[in-house]
């Protein structure tokens, strides 16, 4: 007992909050709102990358400093300066593209969103999925070569903006039209953003992979390559043999069948049956076959 009182004496009676008045209260909200719309806007870049990159090297550094290991605290330390200067310079478009969109946001509604049908993290709606999959088979059939693109937490913008826009609902028949040979749009790739068809004739990076097969063709490695710089799902459906392949951080998964393609677009699609909620703070909620 008299430890315990000692304990409380020494430590517990000492601790007092501190006075708290209402423009500190407004300073941490403020502080809040430009901390979460930063973490939210580098998340769905291609910053996020770099930024765990980051994160990984300061757990090295405290390591450093914990053990003393002075040779590698000093690497750090002198990279630093010259580390953000390099972030600045390669992501500049990045920071350009922040800045028009805050200055074309909704203030209001990007703190309180009302949600009265369903959630909206919710990609693409069991329709589209539908269509999708539909689509992807009858041009299999075909043998007509498809390059799909959908969209998740990463934006495509920037490649969006090298095709030409549709901006149309999604359907079967629209996308068997699209990748019919000699029609104006079928060259490329198409990219869709939840329920939208946004645009056509898209051009994609290539995939330096060396692992992957020589009898694959530009269309698998733009496939593959899209996959790698963010976290889009992209279908592949091969001129050649009329097979379909998915590709999917980095990694390309052929000849899969219908089953295996509607799994892999549900857990895209992030479905959710939540109704009539009111959200007061915008957030996300958060067995792979081998390649051939």
């Known amino acids: ?38 973490v939210k806007w580098i998340k769905s870049t291609r910053a996020w990358s770099l930024v765990k990159g980051i994160a990984v090297i300061m757990v090295f550094w405290l390591m450093a ?8 605290q000093w690497i750090i330390r002198n990279t630093i300066s010259v580390g953000i200067i390099a972030v600045i310079v390669l992501f500049q478009p990045e920071f350009r593209k922040a800045l028009e969109r805050l200055g074309q946001k909704n203030i209001v509604k990007s703190i309180i969103a009302f949600d009265d049908s369903k959630d909206k993290n919710e990609k693409f709606s069991d329709h589209t999925l539908n269509e999708l999959i539909k689509a992807t088979f009858e041009l299999a059939k075909a043998k007509t070569g498809a ?18 826009l549709v901006e149309a609902i999604i359907s079967s028949e629209l996308l068997i039209n699209i990748f019919e040979d000699n029609t104006p749009l079928h060259d490329g790739a198409v990219i869709v953003r ?43 459906v091969s001129e050649q043999t009329g097979k379909v392949s998915i590709a999917k951080g980095g990694k ?41």
């Open 1 to 38: 007992m008299d430890a315990i009182k000692s304990f409380v004496n020494k430590y517990l009676i000492r601790l007092y909050l501190p006075k708290i008045n209402l423009p500190d209260i407004l300073e941490v909200i403020i502080l809040a709102f430009l901390i979460y719309h930063l």
């Open 147 to 164: 390059l799909v693109v959908i969209e998740e937490d990463v934006s495509l913008d920037e490649f969006i903006n090298t095709g030409i």
């Open 252 to 292: 390309l998964i052929r000849n899969i069948d219908e089953d295996y393609l509607r799994s892999k677009l549900t857990d895209a699609q992030r479905k959710s049956t939540e109704v009539k909620k009111i959200k007061l703070w915008r957030g996300r909620i958060k067995n792979e076959r081998k390649v051939d």
């Open 194 to 236: 939840g329920n939208q068809i946004v645009a056509a004739t898209c051009y994609l990076p290539l995939s330096d992979n060396k692992q992957i097969s020589k009898a694959l063709g530009t269309r698998h490695r733009a496939g593959l390559g899209i996959s790698e710089i963010s976290d889009c799902l992209t279908i592949i």
């Open 65 to 72: 400093i914990l053990l003393e290991l002075n040779v590698i």
